[in-house]
C-alpha cells in the first residue's frame, strides 16, 4: 500500500493562501490517482480536486475551481494543494487520498480511494 502524510495547514484570514502537501511512500508510480478531501464539523467528507499522476489530468470541486490548484512531483512523491482566496467556508479538515487505476477515465471525484492520510486541519477566519 501506500502511506500519506499531509502537512502546512494552519490558520489564516479570509482572502489568503495556504498550501498543502502529502508526502506518499510505498508503491508510489505513475498510476496513481490522488486526491484532496475535506471535512467541516457536522458535515460529510467531500472531495476537492483529484489528479491522476500519468497525464495530470485533474478534476475540481465547483466551490474551489479558479482558487485551489492540485499538482502532483512524482520524482519527490508529493502531491500539492495550493489554496488562495480562501473562505471561512474553506475551514475543514483536509485529507490526502490515493489509489492505483490504470486510466484517468477512472481517477475523478467518484473514485473509491482506498489509502488516507490522517489529516491537516485549516482555519480560515472572516
Known amino acids: 500500500g501506500v502511506q500519506l502524510v499531509e502537512s502546512g495547514g494552519g490558520s489564516v484570514q479570509a482572502g489568503g493562501s495556504l498550501r498543502l502537501s502529502c508526502a506518499a511512500s510505498?508503491?508510489?508510480?505513475?498510476?496513481?490517482?490522488l486526491a484532496w478531501f475535506r471535512q467541516a464539523p457536522g458535515r460529510e467528507r467531500e472531495v476537492v480536486s483529484v489528479?491522476?499522476?500519468?497525464?495530470?489530468?485533474?478534476y475540481y470541486d465547483d466551490d474551489v475551481n479558479g482558487r485551489f490548484t492540485i499538482s502532483a512531483d512524482n520524482a519527490k512523491n508529493t502531491v500539492s494543494l495550493q489554496m488562495n482566496s480562501l473562505k471561512p467556508d474553506d475551514t475543514a479538515v483536509y485529507y490526502c487520498?490515493?489509489?492505483?487505476?490504470?486510466?484517468?477515465?477512472?481517477?475523478?471525484?467518484?473514485?473509491?480511494?482506498?489509502?488516507w492520510g490522517q489529516g491537516t486541519q485549516v482555519t480560515v477566519s472572516s
Open positions: 487520498a490515493e489509489v492505483f487505476v490504470w486510466n484517468a477515465r477512472n481517477c475523478n471525484n467518484r473514485t473509491d480511494f482506498v489509502d
Open positions: 510505498g508503491s508510489f508510480h505513475r498510476y496513481n490517482c
Open positions: 489528479i491522476y499522476t500519468t497525464d495530470g489530468t485533474t
